[in-house]
């Protein structure tokens, strides 16, 4: 089973990834900030993230450069997300993997999370 952590400081949205994510097999687990980010992923050993821009307390885009230039977890894929009009700017300032524009469709999460899945079979 893959493994994957949400960072979301949107209670609803993490309730609603989590349940969605999990029915399709996925052990899902949430944070709605990124204080003790290392810790968090140490913990959680996640085989892909989905990181919010608007995360307390550091912001997406300050966690994302912090786990890219991480030897340990450079190689985990992010997936930004975010309701904000520059995502895509915003992912490529974090150096995040992918993006995906809020509102989203969940058909298109679910295959851009497919593919990374596949990716590390």
């Not at 009009?85 to 469709?105: R, S, T, V």
Request: charged residues 25%; hydrophobic residues 40%; glycine residues 4%.
């Amino acid at each position: 089973m893959k493994r994957i952590l949400i960072f979301d400081d949107d209670a609803d949205i993490l309730d609603i990834l989590k349940y969605l994510l999990a029915d399709n097999g996925w052990d899902v687990h949430t944070r709605s900030n990124c204080n003790d980010l290392l810790e968090a992923v140490e913990a959680c050993e996640p085989d892909i993230i989905l990181m919010d821009n608007w995360i307390p307390d550091t912001g997406g885009i300050t966690a994302t450069q912090t786990l890219k230039n991480n030897e340990r977890y450079r190689g985990i894929p992010v997936i930004y997300f975010s309701a904000n009009n520059n995502i895509k700017l915003l992912a490529d300032e974090a150096g995040a993997d992918a993006w995906l524009a809020k509102p989203f469709d969940l058909n298109d999460l679910e295959i851009m999370l497919e593919s990374y899945k596949q990716r590390s079979l």
